[in-house]
């Protein structure tokens, strides 16, 4: 399923190299190193595939990014790649997945907003990606999180192995946070390391919970647009502290148990 790329190296010695490591950045490793982890824990990967990339604090043409090769439950802070939008690795042992580089380098070259970008084939997300028509029905509180917040996008042309159709998956998501690829899985956009991962876990657990009510075979009782908008825009009111601190939960849980994921 995963795709070598064979990008080109810039390691010591490069102008660029020495600025790559600030508080910042090293904080940014650690958080997105605690996203993996507890990805893996609760089963949002798919054996080395997927990927979640930020775009490199005080670096805007640069991106963290997953080595090709590690599962989500191996990626430390220290493992994590930086890339340029050219496919060049400018830090980091490895590679990006081709498919990690070609979607995630014009995600954030052509969405600015989108800090960062995280990619899973999860599978009850995934499983809405498949179905015919809206992949939600907007019955379930936790789906309204989404529900002026998501796209849909039609056109599953295959692997994202060139940069052609990492620019229309980026041009697809237009504005928005979420983006249902049809035939393929979810991709979560967001402004902070903290508010993709709390937006990917919820869409899991809203897909999940549809998916369970659709299988009584009962039909779901869907709630208007007017109560539905109003639903989206309260959860969004206080939504970055919220995800901040359920990221700072997942740390927590992590450190205690897995403490190396921040090495």
């Not at 990967?45 to 991106?63: A, M, Q, R, T």
């Not at 191996?74 to 890339?83: D, N």
């Given at each position: 399923m995963a795709h070598a790329f064979t990008p080109g190296a810039i390691r010591e010695g490069s102008p660029i190299y020495d600025t790559l490591d600030s508080a910042a950045i090293r904080q940014a490793r650690i958080d997105l190193a605690a996203c993996?982890?507890?990805a893996a824990r609760l089963g949002l990967?798919?054996?080395?595939?997927?990927?979640?990339?930020?775009?490199?604090?005080?670096?805007?043409?640069?991106?963290l990014v997953n080595p090709f090769g590690l599962?989500?439950?191996?990626?430390?802070?220290?493992?994590?790649?930086?890339?340029d939008f050219h496919g060049n690795v400018i830090a980091g042992d490895g590679r990006p997945e081709a498919t990690a580089f070609y979607i995630h380098a014009q995600l954030h070259r052509l969405n600015p907003r989108a800090t960062a970008a995280f990619h899973t084939h999860m599978p009850n997300a995934t499983a809405l990606c498949l179905l015919e028509g809206a992949p939600f029905v907007w019955a379930g509180q936790t789906a309204l999180k989404f529900y002026d917040r998501l796209v849909v996008d039609e056109d599953y042309n295959g692997l994202a192995l060139d940069n052609a159709e990492g620019e229309r998956i980026a041009r697809a998501a237009g504005d928005a946070d979420v983006v249902m690829l049809k035939n393929h899985g979810p991709l979560v956009l967001g402004p902070t390391i903290a508010e993709a991962w709390d937006d990917l876990y919820y869409l899991e657990r809203a897909a999940e919970v549809q998916l369970k009510a659709m299988s009584s075979g009962r039909p779901l009782k869907t709630v208007p647009h007017d109560v539905a908008h109003a639903a989206c825009q309260q959860m969004l009111d206080g939504n970055a502290e919220s995800a901040r601190l359920h990221l700072e939960s997942v740390k927590r849980q992590l450190l205690a148990s897995e403490p190396a994921f921040a090495e």
């Open positions: 993996f982890r507890m990967g798919e054996g080395i595939c997927n990927h979640f990339s930020f775009v490199l604090p005080g670096h805007p043409d640069l991106f599962a989500f439950a191996e990626v430390t802070a220290r493992s994590l790649l930086i890339c």
